[in-house]
């Protein structure tokens, strides 16, 4: 079986955090992270970087990742999905050459992947009929029990079936992790839905764990990560 390739989509127009993929985090620009952590593994072919942005690039390109130019401006706005970017990387890359070869998408804001995490999706999707494996993490409460405010402020229940249902009794529940997909070429270029009954998860653990979507998640990462570096080093 041949080695799986990874594509990291990383654009340069984040809101939230100005310059979120190449912003030092703990010394280093995040994406060069996950670029270093896989390629330590020693378990991919290639690592390629997908951007629209020239800074993005180099700083890619110095980790030692593969960056064939930079994306189009019309797959790095605001609306774009990870699965139109991936299906159409994978074309301009020319990697679309065998249909088998398994694609990671991996988020470049991940500064605690764990490249052993991603090696075991790409285990269970070589060896088991799935379209995609995704990374996700249990919801620290069940989510039958969540609620909403509708127009008038009024509290209602997601689902008032359950609303008498005990905490043992309800499945449990996951939500997207944020660090990866893993698919078979062929699905990221048909565009086969990542988020079905044909797709099953990778379980990321907690602890370490966070999704940094806000300044103040950046912060709260960053403070665990030196803590948790330090401790490794004692």
């Known amino acids: 079986m041949k080695k799986p390739i990874v594509i990291i989509p990383a654009r340069g127009g984040s809101k939230r955090i100005p310059?979120?993929?190449?912003?030092?985090?703990?010394?280093?620009?995040?994406?060069?992270?996950?670029?270093?952590?896989?390629?330590?593994?020693?378990?991919?072919?290639?690592?390629?970087?997908?951007?629209?942005?020239?800074?993005?690039?180099?700083?890619?390109?110095?980790?030692?990742?593969?960056?064939?130019?930079?994306?189009p401006a019309t797959l790095a706005d605001d609306f774009t999905t990870t699965l139109e970017v991936i299906s159409n990387e994978i074309i301009r890359f020319k990697l679309d050459q065998d249909p088998d070869r398994t694609i990671c998408c991996v988020y470049p804001g991940t500064p605690m992947l764990k490249s052993e995490k991603v090696i075991q999706a790409v285990e269970i999707l070589e060896s088991e009929n799935w379209d995609y494996i995704i990374s996700a993490k249990k919801t620290k409460s069940p989510i039958q029990r969540s609620f909403f405010l509708d127009s008038k402020k009024r509290l209602k229940l997601h689902f008032p079936n359950h609303e008498n249902t005990r905490t043992q009794d309800l499945d449990a529940s996951y939500e997207d992790a944020g660090q990866f997909y893993c698919g078979k070429m062929r699905n990221w270029i048909f565009k086969v839905p990542i988020f079905s009954s044909k797709s099953t998860l990778s379980l990321i653990e907690e602890e370490g764990f966070y999704d940094i979507d806000t300044i103040e998640d950046w912060f709260n990462a960053e403070d665990y990560f030196k803590s948790h570096k330090n401790i490794s080093q004692d």
Request: negative net charge.
């Open 19 to 71: 310059k979120k993929n190449i912003k030092l985090f703990d010394g280093l620009p995040i994406i060069g992270y996950p670029i270093k952590e896989l390629q330590d593994s020693n378990r991919f072919e290639s690592i390629y970087v997908s951007t629209d942005d020239p800074e993005i690039a180099q700083i890619s390109e110095s980790f030692g990742a593969i960056v064939p130019g930079l994306r």
